[in-house]
Nanobody, 121 residues
Framework: QVQLVESGGGVVQAGGSLRLSCAAS????????MGWYRQAPGKERELVAG????????YYVDSVKGRFTISRDNAKNTLYLQMNSLKPEDTAMYYC??????????????WGQGTQVTVSS
């Protein structure tokens, strides 16, 4: 079955950086668009960044543009999210997601278990 395992979360001061990773198995990783979602307490889960199957097309929510970079290594079946200039409002549980199809949509086929990111002011 599909497994998505996130790592790299933690506690960081405002202005700092973190790099999240998501190791995928049980799926043809190179044929799937992927995404990073986040959910803060009391808020809905939102798509933060998405990437097409080959990496040629990327999506970012406005609040992270210029600060976050999504990438993938299809040879390693791994998805990444580089987060720079972190702000306290970035504090949330971050989830890796396999999306339906090869291009970025907001339709999730599989979820990871999540990794917590906490940004202190």
């Amino acid at each position: 079955q599909v497994q998505l395992v996130e790592s790299g979360g933690g506690v960081v001061q405002a202005g700092g950086s973190l790099r999240l990773s998501c190791a995928a198995s049980g799926m043809i990783f190179s044929m799937n668009a992927m995404g990073w979602y986040r959910q803060a307490p009391g808020k809905e889960r939102e798509l933060v960044a998405g990437i097409s199957d080959g990496g040629g097309s990327r999506y970012y929510v406005d609040s992270v543009k210029g600060r976050f970079t999504i990438s993938r290594d299809n040879a390693k079946n791994t998805l990444y999210l580089q987060m720079n200039s972190l702000k306290p409002e970035d504090t949330a549980m971050y989830y890796c997601a396999a999306l339906f199809g090869r291009v970025v949509t907001n339709r999730v086929r599989n979820w990871g278990q999540g990794t917590q990111v906490t940004v202190s002011s």
